[in-house]
Nanobody, 127 residues
Framework: QLQLVESGGGLVQPGGSLRLSCAASGVTLDADVIGWFRQVPGKEREGVSCISRSDGSTHYADSVKGRFTISRDDAKNTVYLQMNSLKPEDTAVYYC????????????????????WGQGTQVTVSS
């Protein structure tokens, strides 16, 4: 069983930066894709970014392109989401998620392909 733990959320002013971390433990070798989703009350969970463990491919939602960067440290089993130039509309609970098996289908993976989720970390962008 793969466990995911997010950290790094908090309150930041517009234009500021935060770095989220997702630490994976358990059966990590087959976790081929790690992604970040976010959700605000009353709305569906929205894909933000993802990264492939096998070839390093990345994907970003249009709303965060040029501002967010996803990266991974395989030695630490950790994926990071560097968020710069934050806007109030980035306020949400951010969830780390993983495709816990070898994955070679459509890119980026559809929501239903993700099978492990962290508990989320709150990001609030406000002055």
């Amino acid at each position: 069983q793969l466990q995911l733990v997010e950290s790094g959320g908090g309150l930041v002013q517009p234009g500021g930066s935060l770095r989220l971390s997702c630490a994976a433990s358990g059966v990590t070798l087959d976790a081929d894709v790690i992604g970040w989703f976010r959700q605000v009350p009353g709305k569906e969970r929205e894909g933000v970014s993802c990264i492939s463990r096998s070839d390093g491919s990345t994907h970003y939602a249009d709303s965060v392109k040029g501002r967010f960067t996803i990266s991974r440290d395989d030695a630490k089993n950790t994926v990071y989401l560097q968020m710069n130039s934050l806007k109030p509309e980035d306020t949400a609970v951010y969830y780390c998620t993983a495709v816990g098996r070898r994955y070679s289908s459509v890119w980026p993976p559809l929501f239903g392909e993700y099978d492990s989720w962290g508990q989320g970390t709150q990001v609030t962008v406000s002055s």
